[in-house]
């Protein structure tokens, strides 16, 4: 697969980078190999964090850059960063702290929290209903006058005994909240009317019901159907006082209460006959009905419309009753349009809604791999589900574990790392970007998971560019180990006044830096036409020449070459014999058939204006090896000026470090500063000129820049010159 390449014209985060960087015209163009992954190698201190956060477009950041003809001047638009795992697993003073994901933490925090919420008001609606609005079952009348339907089916399942709300969906209740129109009530509302409406609404068979369904054939003319309420009173007065033979209110005498009792409930009766059915099976209610709780004045219409046989008396208290349907619809919406807590619970679900759908649609490859990779990995049964709305299930042993608190997850920190990380390439690899960036990807890993994070970011990102920002050389050799030539490797160099930007490495050196095998056959045969400068060639080689003896346990070369690696030695040793040895005589047309040299002729010896190899071809090598002999040179250098001047017993201290210790021994301010002026630089750190354990001859030079190199070399010649005239 084919690849664009990328240029940059712009990379700035405050003064981290250099001016270069802001007019980007030189080294500024990234290519990716075949396999689409390119790699910045950078040594801690160049901004590959600072670059991270540039394309992350973060705020105080800028960048502008071309990619398959379309120009970015944000970030976050074309890149999608996954961030060093130290930074992004560790999330200080929570609990909850596995994090699969920059995202899937804070979905599975909003999952809990609007989960939470959302029981709090469904409680509080409950009560609510039943205390401010007679609603109590799924039978209430008033639920099927509630005009929003999706209110409607929100209020009866909360109003549902067994299922309390839990058939309704958080996102269902979002939408019936969201249909809420008018909240608004009238003048004309009266709270009594109000509350006499719940309450006669709320029974099917109150008189409310039953004048709201009264139609206009039941309203016939009944000249005297007001004797019905008068007769009703007088039968209520004489049964209470059919003990008395003088009227109580008019005091007349000899009076049958027993006879006028009969005379008065037949009179009634016959005014009730002539009602139609309907009115006959509510007068009595009617008229039982106190007259305080009469709001709404049913006794007296009924009896008028009666009365007059007029109708609209009727239509009239119908609409009074009715309006108070369309003031019952703007209450209760009211009521659920000003509950704060509905409010939050919208906003957070969007955001959660909005996480969900960036979450990365897993395939069913992707199920396997994470399944089976994650299970042998970790050497525990790892299952991956996804619920009926899409929420990953990430099982342990047949066990939910996401959300659980570190203490309780029965894995190491390595595999927390590990899973969280397989679960970002899963993210990167749906992201709408169109590249991906890893910063330090195998930074918190021990060299087990550094080979499967290595095989993960490859097979699972497989589809997408990828940069990846490092200064580990394992990481290099993982890489080219599983996928041979999957990668251009970049240097990147951000230092005022040198050749900045992102150096391409030319592949024969890119294969010496991360093969030994490549880089063993370049000194054994195909370096030779490139050397310049033999002899410093091969006095540049001195520190390396002794490490690989080392491995090959060639003790003879081992001893020669050490008497040319301390300062208080005197010795000459034929360095292009150990060379010969070592590598072969391949080069004996080229090398000096002999080259005797100690270390008095050594340090005699600069590479100030020197070109050791051809830098056409090989740039870093040429690099390199002035950066040895500058090692090399200015660890001898003090080591013989703190011998000759303070006079250390070589017999018993040999190290440098040994040797700087007796020559400023004292616990004086000088002594003390001395000493840590000395063992604090770069250049005198013995595996800066020793090579055994690790035969990378490149690391020292891809890790200090030229001009650190420099200030600390003119630091060291300048304390050394202080000693000498001391």
Same mark, same amino acid.
């Given at each position: 697969?084919?690849?664009?390449?990328?240029?940059?014209?712009?990379? /700035?985060?405050?003064?981290?980078?250099?001016?270069?960087?802001?007019?980007?015209?030189?080294?500024?163009?990234?290519?990716?190999?075949?396999?689409?992954?390119?790699?910045?190698?950078?040594?801690?201190?160049?901004?590959?964090?600072?670059?991270?956060?540039?394309?992350?477009?973060?705020?105080?950041?800028?960048?502008?850059?071309?990619?398959?003809?379309?120009?970015?001047?944000?970030?976050?638009?074309?890149?999608?960063?996954?961030?060093?795992?130290?930074?992004?697993?560790?999330?200080?003073?929570?609990?909850?702290?596995?994090?699969?994901?920059?995202?899937?933490?804070?979905?599975?925090?909003?999952?809990?929290?609007?989960?939470?919420?959302?029981?709090?008001?469904?409680?509080?609606?409950?009560?609510?209903?039943?205390?401010?609005?007679?609603?109590?079952?799924? $039978?209430?009348?008033?639920?099927?006058?509630?005009?929003?339907?999706?209110?409607?089916?929100?209020?009866?399942?909360?109003?549902?005994?067994?299922?309390?709300?839990?058939?309704?969906?958080?996102?269902?209740?979002?939408?019936?909240?969201?249909?809420?129109?008018?909240?608004?009530?009238?003048?004309?509302?009266?709270?009594?009317?109000?509350?006499?409406?719940?309450?006669?609404?709320?029974?099917?068979?109150?008189?409310?019901?039953?004048?709201?369904?009264?139609?206009?054939?039941?309203?016939?003319?009944?000249?005297?159907?007001?004797?019905?309420?008068?007769?009703?009173?007088?039968?209520?007065?004489?049964?209470?006082?059919?003990?008395?033979?003088?009227?109580?209110?008019?005091?007349?005498?000899?009076?049958?209460? /027993?006879?006028?009792?009969?005379?008065?409930?037949?009179? &009634?009766?016959?005014?009730?006959?002539?009602?139609?059915?309907?009115?006959?099976?509510?007068?009595?209610?009617?008229?039982?009905?106190?007259?305080?709780?009469?709001?709404?004045?049913?006794?007296?219409?009924?009896?008028?419309?009666?009365?007059?046989?007029?109708?609209?008396?009727?239509?009239?208290l119908q609409r009074d009753i009715l309006k108070y349907s369309n003031y019952f619809n703007a209450i209760i919406s009211g009521y659920f349009k000003k509950q704060s807590n509905i409010v939050i619970l919208k906003e957070m679900y969007m955001e959660y809604s909005k996480l969900i759908s960036e979450k990365p649609d897993i395939t069913e490859e992707d199920f396997i791999y994470i399944e089976e990779i994650l299970s042998n990995s970790m050497d525990k049964k790892i299952a991956v589900r996804r619920d009926e709305n899409k929420n990953i299930k990430i099982l342990l042993e047949e066990r939910e574990f996401l959300g659980k608190d570190r203490e309780e997850l029965p894995l190491s920190t390595g595999e927390q790392n590990f899973l969280?990380?397989?679960?970002?390439?899963?993210?990167?690899?749906?992201?709408?970007?169109?590249?991906?960036?890893?910063?330090?990807?195998?930074?918190?890993?021990?060299?087990?998971?550094?080979?499967?994070?290595?095989?993960?970011?490859?097979?699972?990102?497989?589809?997408?560019?990828?940069?990846?920002? $490092?200064?580990?050389?394992?990481?290099?050799?993982?890489?080219?180990?599983?996928?041979?030539?999957?990668?251009?490797?970049?240097?990147?160099?951000? $230092?005022?006044?040198?050749?900045?930007?992102?150096?391409?490495?030319?592949?024969?050196?890119?294969?010496?830096?991360?093969?030994?095998?490549?880089?063993?056959?370049?000194?054994?045969?195909?370096?030779?036409?490139?050397?310049?400068?033999?002899?410093?060639?091969?006095?540049?080689?001195?520190?390396?020449? &002794?490490?690989?003896?080392?491995?090959?346990?060639?003790?003879?070369?081992?001893?020669?070459? $050490? /008497?040319?690696?301390?300062?208080?030695?005197?010795?000459? =040793?034929? =360095?292009?014999?150990?060379?010969?040895?070592?590598?072969?005589?391949?080069?004996?047309? =080229?090398?000096?058939?002999?080259?005797?040299?100690?270390?008095?002729?050594?340090?005699?010896?600069?590479?100030?204006? *020197?070109?050791? *190899?051809?830098?056409?071809?090989?740039?870093?090598?040429?690099?390199?090896? &002035?950066?040895?002999?500058?090692?090399?040179?200015? &660890?001898?250098?003090?080591?013989?000026?703190?011998?000759?001047?303070?006079?250390?017993?070589?017999?018993?201290?040999?190290?440098?470090?040994?040797?700087?210790?007796?020559?400023?021994?004292?616990?004086?301010?000088?002594?003390?500063?001395?000493? =840590?002026?000395?063992?604090?630089?770069?250049?005198?750190?013995?595996?800066?000129?020793?090579?055994?354990?690790?035969?990378?001859?490149?690391?020292?030079?891809?890790?200090?820049?030229?001009?650190?190199?420099?200030?600390?070399?003119?630091?060291?010649?300048?304390?050394?010159?202080?000693?000498?005239?001391?």
């Amino acid at each position: 697969m084919t690849f664009p390449k990328l240029t940059f014209n712009k990379i /700035e985060n405050g003064l981290i980078f250099t001016s270069d960087f802001s007019t980007f015209i030189k080294n500024n163009v990234i290519s990716f190999s075949n396999s689409g992954i390119s790699v910045i190698y950078g040594p801690n201190g160049t901004g590959k964090t600072s670059l991270a956060k540039v394309l992350s477009g973060n705020s105080d950041t800028a960048m502008c850059c071309e990619y398959n003809g379309t120009n970015y001047d944000n970030g976050i638009d074309i890149f999608h960063v996954i961030n060093d795992q130290n930074n992004r697993n560790i999330i200080a003073g929570t609990a909850q702290d596995f994090l699969l994901g920059d995202n899937i933490k804070r979905e599975f925090e909003l999952q809990k929290q609007i989960d939470e919420l959302y029981k709090n008001i469904l409680s509080e609606t409950i009560a609510a209903l039943k205390e401010k609005f007679a609603i109590s079952t799924t $039978t209430n009348p008033l639920i099927n006058i509630i005009n929003n339907n999706k209110l409607s089916t929100v209020i009866k399942d909360l109003a549902n005994k067994n299922s309390k709300g839990s058939k309704i969906s958080i996102e269902f209740f979002n939408e019936a909240m969201s249909c809420i129109g008018n909240t608004s009530v009238d003048d004309g509302f009266s709270a009594d009317k109000f509350k006499c409406f719940l309450a006669g609404y709320s029974d099917k068979k109150s008189l409310l019901h039953s004048v709201l369904a009264l139609e206009e054939p039941d309203i016939t003319t009944v000249h005297n159907a007001q004797e019905i309420e008068e007769n009703s009173a007088a039968i209520e007065i004489l049964s209470h006082f059919k003990n008395k033979t003088k009227c109580i209110v008019c005091d007349s005498d000899g009076i049958n209460s /027993e006879e006028l009792i009969d005379q008065k409930t037949k009179n &009634r009766q016959a005014v009730i006959d002539s009602l139609t059915k309907q009115m006959q099976g509510f007068i009595d209610g009617i008229l039982k009905m106190p007259q305080s709780e009469d709001v709404f004045k049913i006794r007296e219409n009924i009896l008028l419309s009666l009365e007059y046989g007029d109708y609209d008396i009727i239509k009239n208290l119908q609409r009074d009753i009715l309006k108070y349907s369309n003031y019952f619809n703007a209450i209760i919406s009211g009521y659920f349009k000003k509950q704060s807590n509905i409010v939050i619970l919208k906003e957070m679900y969007m955001e959660y809604s909005k996480l969900i759908s960036e979450k990365p649609d897993i395939t069913e490859e992707d199920f396997i791999y994470i399944e089976e990779i994650l299970s042998n990995s970790m050497d525990k049964k790892i299952a991956v589900r996804r619920d009926e709305n899409k929420n990953i299930k990430i099982l342990l042993e047949e066990r939910e574990f996401l959300g659980k608190d570190r203490e309780e997850l029965p894995l190491s920190t390595g595999e927390q790392n590990f899973l969280s990380l397989c679960f970002e390439f899963l993210k990167a690899k749906n992201s709408p970007q169109k590249i991906v960036v890893l910063d330090d990807p195998i930074s918190s890993f021990d060299s087990i998971y550094k080979n499967k994070v290595v095989f993960a970011m490859v097979k699972m990102l497989e589809n997408k560019p990828r940069i990846i920002l $490092t200064h580990n050389i394992d990481l290099l050799r993982l890489l080219e180990s599983q996928y041979k030539n999957s990668f251009r490797l970049y240097l990147l160099n951000n $230092t005022e006044g040198e050749n900045n930007g992102f150096i391409a490495l030319s592949k024969n050196e890119q294969s010496m830096l991360i093969n030994l095998q490549e880089l063993l056959n370049t000194f054994r045969h195909t370096i030779f036409n490139s050397i310049k400068s033999p002899e410093m060639y091969l006095i540049s080689m001195i520190p390396f020449m &002794r490490g690989y003896a080392t491995v090959i346990d060639d003790t003879e070369s081992i001893e020669k070459l $050490t /008497e040319l690696m301390h300062g208080y030695k005197t010795k000459s =040793v034929d =360095v292009s014999e150990i060379y010969f040895k070592l590598f072969g005589d391949a080069g004996k047309n =080229v090398l000096p058939a002999s080259f005797k040299i100690n270390v008095g002729d050594l340090l005699s010896r600069t590479v100030d204006g *020197v070109t050791i *190899v051809d830098t056409n071809k090989y740039p870093l090598l040429d690099k390199t090896l &002035r950066h040895s002999f500058t090692y090399l040179f200015l &660890r001898l250098l003090v080591e013989k000026t703190l011998i000759d001047k303070y006079g250390i017993d070589t017999e018993k201290y040999q190290q440098l470090g040994a040797i700087i210790n007796q020559s400023f021994k004292g616990n004086d301010i000088d002594s003390i500063r001395n000493r =840590v002026r000395l063992t604090s630089k770069k250049t005198l750190i013995n595996e800066f000129n020793h090579f055994e354990g690790n035969l990378s001859i490149f690391q020292p030079a891809i890790d200090i820049t030229e001009k650190a190199l420099g200030a600390e070399k003119t630091s060291i010649l300048t304390f050394v010159d202080i000693i000498k005239q001391s």
